[in-house]
């Protein structure tokens, strides 16, 4: 199956900084890309969708001025946590869709862990 | 809003047993419906697509089975190794509205442990 990356695999900062994430598709064009996050026992809860080229999509409650997306190619999405605090620590997933052609199928990327002290 | 439950929250069973997983979702106008693994700290490996034309799909082991109009699947694992120890998700695609294409919701999983 296709793959997807994420970068990093695990970050700490200190709070009131900002962390990017990267999510990278690896060997197809993802036309869409998705953020979740995900706390400790919780399930996956998506964050924004993003189509290549265009401004993300923000679910309810997701502040978009703190969760910053950028999807400026057909391989590459990133999220920008700004000013991140102990409440942002989470494990954050990305996924990627390609075009029709290649099915509609999410693939997933390992996740990204964040601590944010 | 769609809303997926998953029973039970966690099991453990002995090595060699069958077992079976449940999901219940509100919404039954879904498209797809899919099942993956999700290993701690760890991201998501699917295991089974079912289509909405389709009521099961089988890989190996793993069974899954969708009856939509009563907004249930449940996924059947035969014969549990401790390597099937992780949790395990269920996630019905529903319209994306607006931008002609899907989005997954996910339930809180089943952590499943299968002791040796």
């Known amino acids: 199956g296709a793959v997807v990356s994420q970068h990093p695999s695990r970050v700490i900062c200190k709070s009131g900084t900002s962390v990017k994430i990267e999510c990278r598709s690896l060997?197809?064009?993802?036309?869409?890309m998705f953020w979740y996050r995900q706390f400790p026992k919780q399930s996956l809860m998506l964050m924004a969708t993003?189509?290549?080229?265009?401004?993300?999509?923000?679910e309810q409650g997701v502040e978009k001025d703190k969760f910053l997306i950028n999807h400026a190619s057909l391989t590459l999405s990133t999220l920008t946590v700004t000013s991140a605090h102990p409440e942002d620590s989470s494990f954050y997933i990305c996924?990627?869709?390609?075009?029709?052609?290649?099915?509609?199928?999410?693939?997933f990327g390992p996740g990204t862990r964040l601590l944010v002290l | 809003k769609q809303e997926v439950t998953q029973i039970p929250a966690a099991l453990s069973v002995p090595e060699g047993e069958n077992l079976v997983l449940n999901c219940s979702f509100t919404?039954?106008?879904?498209?797809?419906l899919q099942w993956f693994r999700q290993d701690p700290g760890k991201g998501l490996t699917s295991l089974l697509l079912?289509?909405?034309?389709?009521r099961e799909q089988t890989s190996g082991r793993l069974n899954a089975s969708l009856d939509k109009s009563s907004g249930r699947s449940t996924l059947y694992i035969a014969a549990s190794q401790p390597g099937d120890s992780a949790t395990y998700l269920c996630?019905?695609?529903?319209?994306?509205?607006?931008?002609?294409?899907?989005?997954?919701?996910f339930g809180k999983g089943t952590k499943l442990s299968v002791i040796p």
């Open positions: 060997d197809f064009q993802a036309t869409t």
């Open positions: 996924s990627a869709r390609g075009h029709r052609d290649t099915g509609e199928t999410q693939y």
């Open positions: 996630a019905p695609w529903g319209t994306l509205e607006g931008a002609g294409s899907y989005q997954l919701t």
């Open positions: 079912i289509q909405s034309s389709q």
């Open positions: 919404d039954s106008a879904i498209y797809n």
């Open positions: 993003s189509n290549e080229g265009s401004k993300a999509t923000y």
